[in-house]
């Protein structure tokens, strides 16, 4: 570090931004965090403040250096590394009260959420560069959605998290938790996914450029995301909560035991519920008195409560309890208009969960099935899923051989059992569908 410091800080080196360098700010600031050496901050500060602003850098969208970072206002390139960039743009605007470099994090941080990202967290669409494509671009068979973006993603709402009291970014935290990251990962936690489709149409790959892997594997010639999904699974403490001296904000729920420290003395706030299974949450506190707010997320439309920035709030004292019940109904969720391959379309989401269908219960031809909203719905534990299975009434056309014919309304009809996104492609390799007709 020292010999960095006096080659950039010094003695203004020559170009410094080339592929790979994003890391580099977020490396820094999180041994400046660990170990104090103001060095590391005063080194990522210069990374930051001369990111586009040098004239010997490559001026390239792909790796973040088109524009001095505090007038960016959407996220561009790589997205992996974008994230990371993001993220450590947001703990240096926290350490210096940088107003303009929180601006510019809101800026890009609103442009993925409500432009950019898939309905499971996935964020990355454009396989060519492995990047953020333009906005509403968000496809479904052939996107890239790289886990280890969702998690670069779910550490920068953490970084925004801890800057700002807002529920917005707990929500994102759970919606990649939940959905796009955890796909990455196969349920007995040996194979791993780098991409992560919302649909797989193995017949359109077989015949594509493009030839998304529809299994899941053990080895990757670049094995970034298997480690980084250990490493994420290991840091979900991290995110549980926020503190600001005797107030305390819970923003993921798990059944949990947690230390605090409550007006200079030890306090203990629990956790017990069973979710996502239910929504049924109960901390029991012992310590000093303490305001809790509790994240009531977005998709929890029936909570009738008052919320502050999104969060219900309870005064607490040593023994007390309280529960917080998060009705879960199943939800039909669409997608923006201008995202145009889910136009007519929708996701069925429970709690924080998004579901598809697997051909291996729905038979094939997908794409025709349609879900019928107001038929009977069962929510079932079923042995070797971690989240309920979803049984829904659904109608499909009969086979035909001719190719056009007159409009007619003749349907099958049938029970379509829709499994977790996370759990898809657990069996054998078929065809799976997130996005579908509802009537």
């Not at 947690?258 to 706030?269: H, N, S």
Request: aromatic share 12%; net charge negative; with cysteine.
């Amino acid at each position: 570090v020292d010999m960095i410091y006096r080659v950039f800080v010094e003695e203004q080196g020559a170009a410094f931004v080339t592929p790979g360098h994003e890391e580099i700010e977020l490396a820094l600031l999180k041994l400046y965090d660990y170990l104090g050496n103001e060095k590391h901050l005063e080194l990522a500060r210069f990374f930051i403040d001369q990111r586009g602003n040098n004239d010997k850098e490559e001026k390239s969208s792909q790796i973040q250096s088109n524009l001095p970072l505090r007038e960016i206002s959407e996220a561009v390139g790589h997205s992996v590394r974008a994230c990371y960039l993001y993220t450590a743009m947001a703990m240096l605007a926290k350490i210096d009260r940088d107003d303009k470099l929180k601006a510019a994090c809101d800026r890009v941080f609103d442009d993925i959420v409500n432009c950019k990202m898939s309905i499971t967290g996935g964020v990355g669409a454009d396989h060519t560069g492995e990047k953020f494509s333009y906005k509403y671009d968000l496809p479904n068979s052939n996107t890239y959605n790289e886990t280890c973006a969702a998690i670069s993603l779910a550490m920068f709402a953490g970084a925004m998290q801890e800057m700002e009291v807002n529920s917005r970014y707990g929500d994102v935290i759970e919606r990649i938790y939940y959905n796009g990251f955890i796909s990455g990962l196969s349920l007995d936690g040996e194979k791993f996914f780098y991409t992560n489709p919302l649909e797989i149409d193995r017949k359109k790959y077989a015949r594509s450029t493009y030839q998304p892997i529809c299994e899941r594997v053990k080895v990757f010639d670049c094995s970034c995301c298997p480690p980084n999904v250990v490493r994420m699974l290991a840091s979900i403490p991290r995110y549980m909560y926020t503190v600001d001296g005797d107030t305390v904000y819970c923003n993921q729920f798990a059944t949990s035991e947690t230390k605090l420290e409550i007006g200079r003395k030890e306090a203990t706030l629990t956790q017990a519920t069973d979710y996502p299974y239910n929504g049924k949450i109960t901390f029991h506190y012992s310590g000093e008195p303490m305001t809790l707010y509790v994240r009531i997320p977005d998709w929890c439309v029936e909570y009738e409560g008052d919320t502050e920035h999104g969060f219900a709030r309870f005064e607490l004292s040593d023994g007390d309890r309280v529960t917080v019940d998060l009705p879960m109904e199943i939800h039909f969720m669409e997608a923006n208009p201008y995202v145009q391959d889910n136009s007519g379309r929708y996701a069925v989401q429970r709690g924080p969960i998004v579901y598809c269908m697997e051909e291996i219960d729905n038979g094939e031809n997908l794409r025709d099935i349609t879900l019928l909203e107001n038929s009977e719905k069962k929510v079932v534990c079923e042995e070797g899923i971690p989240a309920p299975v979803i049984y829904i009434g659904g109608e499909r056309r009969p086979a035909t051989n001719q190719l056009y014919r007159m409009k007619k309304d003749e349907r099958v009809s049938f029970t379509a059992r829709l499994i977790p996104y996370f759990a898809f492609a657990n069996r054998k390799a078929c065809d799976m569908l997130v996005w579908t007709m509802v009537r």
